[in-house]
């Protein structure tokens, strides 16, 4: 099996009936980007980049950010490369950034609520990136976003510094595709007013799937209720999609979910555009879609729509296999 998915490394993806999927790749710094490469990326699909702030005792500079995200674009040499802005908060802290202690840091002051607060840090970034926008097929994504309006504040601050760095004269690309993660439920249910304003979405669903059932990701006694598919996360799942879609937009999925090779064949049915998942994950999934059927898959997807339970659907599922 592992020389057939060699095989399929310098290969695109496409599904038994001919239709082309992007799979790409989560990586945290650009030494990730080599195992990207390794496995065939077509491209980069979350660049988390709290890394880059972390493991150290100040924020990094501009120059430090500039020369990560110059890293990672070079080496993709021209393939799609999305940055997530800073998603610190929540389960992840930094030693320098000293923030009031929260009842509930999951539904606190987290990633675009911090930034759009501390636009020092912010503007930091958009800079970096805006810099670094040259070197590749840079896509700028905002996590966490709730409400039109946090996503309208954060295009602003990155068109302030985009035309302060013209007026300085330095090169800024003009082709930034900017989107947004949907990874809180109410960004999915408005996803069609959304599609209007972004060029892209990227499905969180290890937030998504904790904020639509309420069950802490991280805690064991409710991780039961964390069920990605559940009949409600497909359903909030396709109405992204095709809001996106009918808008002539595309989506991603950058959760665990999307190289899951259980939720693979029902998410190509929904329609999803791009599967972002850890490097490893990228040539058993381009294995496994070129034996799935995209036209079978949105007959099934259809079907999983209308179960009732998470189980009925891994059953449904299951089935194809059988
Ligand atoms: C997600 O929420 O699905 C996601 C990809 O972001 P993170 O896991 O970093 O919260
Ligand atoms: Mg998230």
Known sequence: QVTEWRKLRDEVTVSKDGVHVELAANIGTPNDVAGVLDNGGEGVGLYRTEFLYMGRDELPSEDVQFNAYKTVLEKMAGKPVVVRTLDIGGDKELPYLVLPKEMNPFLGFRAIRLCLDRQDIFRTQLRALLRASVYGDLRIMFPMIATLMEFREAKAVLLEEKEKLVAEGVAVSENIQLGIMVEIPSTAV????????????SIGTNDLIQYTM????????????YQPYNPSILRLVKMVIDAAHKEGKWTGMCGEMAGDATAIPLLLGLGLDEFSMSASSILPARSQLAKLSKADMQELAAKALDMQTAEQV???????HA
């Open 314 to 320: 891994v059953e449904l599922v299951q089935a194809i």
């Open 190 to 201: 408005l996803a069609d007013q959304f599609a209007k304003e972004v060029d892209f979405f």
């Open 214 to 225: 309420a069950a802490d990701r991280m805690n064991e006694r409710v991780s039961y209720l």
